[in-house]
């Protein structure tokens, strides 16, 4: 089992950037693969970037909205998957969360699906002012 905390979360303005943390417990950690969900002010919650584990390439996956301004990466040494967030826009607003999967994330397409994951963090919030 493994427990995921984010961190980084906060008030930044329009254009600016943030870089989110999620600290996992475990010895377990580089073989999970890890996800970014969203869930803003009246939505659902929804994909925002994925890694998955080493031994499969360490392969990317973004939501076409965050696509050109976040990058996902990981340091296994540090037991920590990141998110870091360029450009940021009011619409981005939302509480973030990080997940991990134990299969690793195998078919980059199933990174989408919150069902993927087995453990979730408890998010952190982040605001952008217009």
């Known amino acids: 089992q493994v427990q995921l905390v984010e961190s980084g979360g906060g008030l930044v303005q329009a254009g600016g950037s943030l870089r989110l943390s999620c600290a996992a417990s475990?010895?377990?950690?580089?073989?999970?693969?890890v996800g970014w969900f969203r869930q803003g002010p009246g939505k659902e919650r929804e994909f925002v970037a994925a890694i998955s584990r080493i031994w499969y390439g360490g392969r990317t996956s973004y939501a076409d909205s965050v696509k050109g301004r976040f990058t996902i990466s990981r340091d296994n040494a540090k037991n920590t998957a990141y998110l870091q967030m360029n450009s940021l826009k009011p619409e981005d607003t939302a509480v973030y969360y990080c997940a991990a999967d134990p299969a690793g994330i195998a078919t980059i397409g199933e990174a989408h699906q919150p069902g993927t994951y087995d453990y979730w963090g408890q998010g952190t919030q982040v605001t952008v002012s217009s």
């Open positions: 475990g010895r377990t950690f580089s073989s999970y693969g």
